[in-house]
Structure formats: C-alpha cells, structure tokens
C-alpha cells in the first residue's frame, strides 16, 4: 500500500489516500457565511487536482455550537448559496469534498454565542481557559434538537453538492464532552457505559446517515484522552466497531481531552497508538471501513512509513497545507 493508491470512502472514490484535514482557518464571513476568501484558501490549496480528498475545516451545525468568530456556518437553510459555492471550487479543482460538522459544546466563548454554553454534565474539560464560565447541563430536549441538527446539517450538505460529511467527535468539542468519562458525569441512558456516553453521537450518526443519500458519512474519533481516568485505546477500539455498524464509512482517529496535539511525542502519526489497534478491531469486527491518521505527519515518507506499519489507509495532512498551500505540489506532482 502506497500513499498514492486509491481508496473507496463510502461510495466516493478518492486518487490517492493524501487527505488536506480540516483546519480551522477563521475565514469565513462575520455571520459564518462562505467568503471569497475561504473558497480562495481551498483553491489554492487544491488546485492542480492532487490530493485524494480536501476535508473542510469545522462548520457549526447549531448558532450555539459555533466555536470561534468566522467560523462557517452549516446551521441554516440561507447558508445553501455560499455552501455550493464551496462544494463547486474543490470540484473545479478535481477533488472531492467532505465537510465537517461540529458542536463546539462547553467550550464555546459566552461573547460568541451570547448564551450559557452546553455541556453533558455542567462542568469543563480539562485544560479550560481560566474563568471559562460554568457550562448548563443538556437536558433530553437539547440532546434531541443538537442530534436533529446534525441530519440538518447533512442535508444541506448534500444539497449543496458535497461528497461526504465528518462529524467531528474529538478535541474537547461536544460529542467527546458524551464520549470521556472526564466530562460526561451523567446517571441516565446518555452516560455510564461507553455505549451510553457514544449514544449521542451514535444518534447523531444515524440522523446524519438519514440524509446523507449517495454521501460517505465519517466520524473523526477524539480516541484517548491521555488522561488519569479518560478514554482509552480499548475504547476506542469499541467506539469505532459501534460506529462502523451504525453505518460510519470512514474513522478518522485524533485526540480527546487533549485536543489535537501530544506534548509526549514529536513522531509522525501522534495518535498511531490509537488508530493501529482501532484499524485491527474493525477488521476483526469484519468492517472493512478505512481509518485515517492525523498529526505531525510533514512528508510523503512519513505517510509511507505510517501505512507500512498499519496504522491507518488515509493520511491527514493538516497544519503542513495550512502554511503551504503549495504543499500537494511539491510533495505529489514528481513524487
């Protein structure tokens, strides 16, 4: 297996297994609508038809799920007009096209939603900023309207002609706040087992999957906290065969409570203790779905090296393209 042999994802058929994965990148217009600039960033980064897949950067399904200022939005029906612009520019580009969808949780800013932030349990992950306010609890009617908001989302998507979705559950957003036992103190059917603390996202992987059509469906996995008393690769291992049979074409596998980064490793493929032994137990579990790996991956002999050793079928590409939007010319066009 090469960096350059093709992959199925779903029913989409990328090149090559080069993904550009998500980044925020705080484009978007004020009112997170698509800007010229946002569809700018992704041409430059894609021109040229070289990487397998551009996974755009998060786009906040819910107005109180929005994380940042300028971040996209994917919460409204008048978003449909800049979103296929969207999806149109990489496909211009011959590249196809998920996008991300998230709920940043408790750890949105009070100035930005202008509310009190939700949360599985009312507190907040490890690693807040000091004098992030106190999160409310979720009640039954708020996990209901946030798991309906991801199928929302979903459709929007594929009316504006993309090929895929990720539901973003990991790096401290709020299905990973359900998924770690860190945050996640709940007594009902939504907390307690790994399979309650997923069940959120496991609902809002079934909603998404109601109306994604012909679209693969990924979830990018916060897999192990790194933590005294967080989520570990066990489970992740079980999250992702849960996930695999609610339908999930693709596990991207990232970090949890510790958001996107390791402070104890600076080798390519941070999270490959993850997504080695999650790629097995999919396997094992007869799921043939492709786990892709994200983090300090720089080069194509770092990708190389990573599907060598089994730990993954797609690499991410992140903070690399981000810098250079050259990038994908001068690893993929002579490679």
């Given at each position: 297996?090469?960096?350059?042999?093709?992959v199925?994802?779903?029913?989409v058929q990328l090149r090559n297994r080069v993904v550009m994965a998500p980044m925020a990148s705080g484009r978007a217009n004020?009112?997170?609508s698509i800007s010229q600039r946002l569809l700018d960033h992704y041409r430059e980064r894609a021109e040229g038809g070289l990487l397998g897949l551009v996974e755009c950067g998060h786009h906040f399904v819910t107005a109180d799920g929005q994380a940042t200022p300028r971040q996209a939005s994917i919460s409204r029906d008048d978003d449909l007009c800049g979103l296929r612009l969207e999806a149109r520019v990489?496909?211009?580009c011959d590249t196809p096209v998920f996008v991300q969808l998230s709920h940043t949780g408790s750890a949105a800013r009070p100035q930005v939603i202008r509310q009190v932030a939700l949360s599985p349990s009312g507190v907040n992950c490890p690693g807040a900023k000091v004098g992030q306010p106190q999160p409310r609890i979720m009640t039954r009617a708020d996990i209901a309207r946030v798991v309906d908001a991801f199928g929302r989302a979903t459709r929007r998507a594929r009316l504006a002609g993309f090929d895929g979705v990720e539901l973003h559950a990991a790096h401290g957003y709020l299905l990973d706040q359900f998924l770690s036992p860190l945050t996640n103190l709940r007594q009902d059917e939504y907390g307690g087992s790994l399979e309650g603390r997923l069940r959120i996202t496991l609902e809002a992987l079934d909603?998404?999957?109601?109306?994604?059509?012909?679209?693969?469906?990924?979830?990018?996995l916060g897999g192990c906290d790194y933590m005294p008393g967080g989520t570990t690769v066990k489970d992740a291992c079980e999250a992702a065969v849960l996930l695999a049979r609610h339908g999930a074409d693709m596990i991207s596998v990232s970090g949890g409570m510790n958001y996107y980064t390791r402070r104890?490793?600076?080798?390519?493929g941070w999270f490959k203790g993850v997504s080695g032994p999650v790629r097995e137990a999919l396997a094992a579990a007869g799921h043939s779905v492709p786990v892709m790996l994200t983090g300090g991956i720089r080069s194509i002999l770092d990708a190389q090296a990573l599907l060598d050793e089994g730990a993954c079928d797609l690499v991410g590409i992140g903070r690399p393209i981000l810098n250079n939007e050259r990038w994908a010319a001068k690893h993929l066009l002579h490679a």
């Open positions: 297996m090469t960096p350059f042999d093709p199925r994802v779903g029913r004020p009112d997170g990489l496909h211009e909603s998404a999957r109601a109306e994604a059509g012909g679209m693969a469906v990924s979830v990018r104890d490793t600076l080798e390519p």
